[in-house]
């Protein structure tokens, strides 16, 4: 004869208290709505309309009628000549403007972080750029790169079209892109630095260190998370520049600066093709994460 042994069922009130949600998170929640109804309305709400967008034959005009055409417009991205010129100059852009903004930033950031004179006006001066609009921007390095009134042709006593010409574009827009993007990728980096503790350089000094292998030692590796971060920041944001370059030469001289993200604009806005042109937003997307992925896993790695 076996005797069976029953758990006496939990009071009700125990039930309830388990259900009920904690005040604090009610209030966490009620103050967070304001700022996650504009996210997504603004951000989600889009970017899943534009997901399925790309899976259909969507165009921007009244009379045709959207159908679902599964993985078409991706067929057509994968033999599109064009696409594949505009991704190869992404990615010498986005490349580009990344690792020059930080060999720049980092040197300025190291000068500004010396006990020098006016440094503070000099930090100040040095985020101007980050403060002024892409447009703005644009507008001014289009009156500097001027073929005929231009302040660099007047300097270097040239003549030369510097937007125009096919070899020299995309350099030149490089150039404004490195330039734009420095200031708060110098104040992130002059941030790091400020943290690292004084101890650890009187210590190499002790050791007998150069000023180079002080560097190498000691300033690179304590940067090392700060850099992570701000150089994959960077290269979300250059690879999906936009305003900057449509400003300064809309795509040209012949398709030679003509970003991914300006051929997504032509082909939704110019050609009207938006199912094809949400495809290739979708598979921008994809490759970013993808990099950036590889690129995080392989730092992480190293630092084990």
Do not use: C
Not at 26 to 37: D, F, N, S
Not at 131 to 148: C, F, Q, R, S, T
Request: glycine fraction near 8%.
């Amino acid at each position: 004869m076996t005797a069976t042994v029953t758990r006496p069922a939990p009071p009700r009130g125990t039930r309830r208290a388990r259900r009920r949600v904690p005040r604090q998170t009610r209030e966490m929640w009620l103050l967070m709505l304001p700022a996650l109804v504009p996210v997504a309305l603004f951000s989600v709400g889009p970017l899943l309309y534009g997901i399925g967008l790309a899976f259909t034959d969507a165009r921007n005009t009244r009379v045709h009628e959207t159908s679902f055409v599964g993985l078409e417009n991706f067929g057509r991205l994968l033999t599109d000549d064009e696409f594949w010129s505009s991704f190869k100059i992404g990615a010498i852009w986005s490349v580009s403007v990344t690792v020059l903004q930080f060999l720049a930033a980092l040197g300025l950031a190291l000068l500004l972080n010396q006990n020098l004179r006016f440094r503070s006006v000099a930090r100040v001066l040095a985020v101007v750029p980050w403060a002024m609009p892409p447009v703005v921007i644009g507008l001014m390095w289009k009156l500097v790169y001027h073929p005929d009134a231009g302040i660099l042709n007047d300097l270097l006593g040239t003549d030369v079209n510097w937007l125009a010409d096919f070899s020299l574009a995309l350099p030149a827009i490089i150039v404004v892109g490195v330039w734009t993007g420095m200031p708060q990728t110098t104040v992130v980096l002059l941030a790091g630095l400020q943290g690292i503790p004084k101890e650890l350089y009187e210590a190499g000094e002790v050791d007998g260190a150069t000023r180079w292998r002080r560097f190498w030692n000691i300033t690179l590796p304590q940067l090392r998370p700060v850099v992570v971060a701000i150089t994959s920041l960077d290269f979300v944001w250059n690879i999906n520049q936009f305003g900057l370059v449509y400003v300064l030469t809309q795509g040209g001289p012949g398709g030679q600066t003509r970003l991914p993200m300006l051929f997504a604009y032509e082909e939704a806005f110019r050609y009207r093709m938006a199912s094809y042109a949400s495809m290739l937003g979708l598979a921008m997307a994809i490759v970013v994460l993808a990099v950036l992925g590889l690129y995080l896993w392989r730092q992480m790695r190293e630092a084990k």
